[in-house]
């Protein structure tokens, strides 16, 4: 069993739904982050999150540390949206990241 | 604002040659972090500098080595290398906890 499990492995949703990911995680964390990941590789940090909640633009972030639990919403999805979402979490004795596998949405027009 | 930079951005290499790969922090970002991705995987640690020392080190082959430079610039000097070793290879730079994440090199190993 991986140490950070996502769900849905892949998404497809049409233009304008409302989106969920989930993440959990099975170790003690220091913080919890959202990651973007393009075709042709480049990784964009979206979040950081060591409790509650945070909101950028159309997407949200929660954590619930006592479930070891966390969901990215993306609200009114777009195509441009698509892209590998990966979870990735900070052990509590150092910073390294251990990722999720990533979940793949498809947002079509 | 500035961004991590990692150099070069794409590298071929046959086996049993060598690769350095370069990575300059966000200015002021004390820490830097390597990770790799193989084709269709996550990627995975493989070490980390804080103030030029190494702070964790993860699944790093022997083969390979880094250091942190007196600049924080890091660079991952990768030997004999292996067609295994063909991947993304991020590097990563902070300076409290949120890590930023460069564009990565890709390297291909023949």
């Known amino acids: 069993k991986n140490e950070v499990e996502q769900s849905p492995q892949n998404l497809t949703a049409q233009e304008g739904e409302f989106i969920t990911i989930n993440c959990s995680y099975s170790?003690?964390?220091?913080?919890l982050h959202w990651l973007q990941q393009h075709p042709g590789g480049g990784i964009v940090s979206l979040f950081m999150?060591?409790?509650g909640k945070k909101k950028h633009g159309r997407l949200i972030a929660t954590i619930n540390i006592q479930e070891k639990h966390s969901s990215l919403h993306i609200t009114a999805s777009h195509p441009r949206d698509s892209a590998v979402y990966i979870c990735a979490v900070a052990g509590t004795s150092g910073s390294r990241l251990t990722f999720g596998e990533g979940t793949q949405l498809t947002v079509n027009p | 604002a500035a961004g991590v930079i990692q150099s070069p951005r794409h590298l071929i290499k046959e086996k049993r040659e060598t690769a350095t790969l370069k990575c300059y922090p966000i200015?002021?970002?004390?820490?830097v972090y390597w990770y790799q991705q193989g084709p269709g995987q996550d990627p995975q640690f493989l070490i980390s500098?804080?103030?030029?020392?190494?702070?964790d080190k993860g699944s790093i082959p022997d083969r390979f080595s880094a250091q942190q430079f007196s600049d924080y610039h890091s660079e991952l000097n990768m030997s004999s290398l292996e067609l295994g070793d063909s991947a993304l290879y991020f590097c990563?730079?902070?300076?409290?906890?949120?890590?930023?994440f460069g564009p990565g090199t890709r390297l291909t190993v023949t």
């Open positions: 990563a730079s902070s300076l409290v906890y949120e890590q930023y």
């Open positions: 999150l060591s409790s």
């Open positions: 170790v003690g964390i220091s913080a």
């Open positions: 500098f804080y103030e030029k020392m190494q702070s």
């Open positions: 200015p002021r970002h004390d820490t």
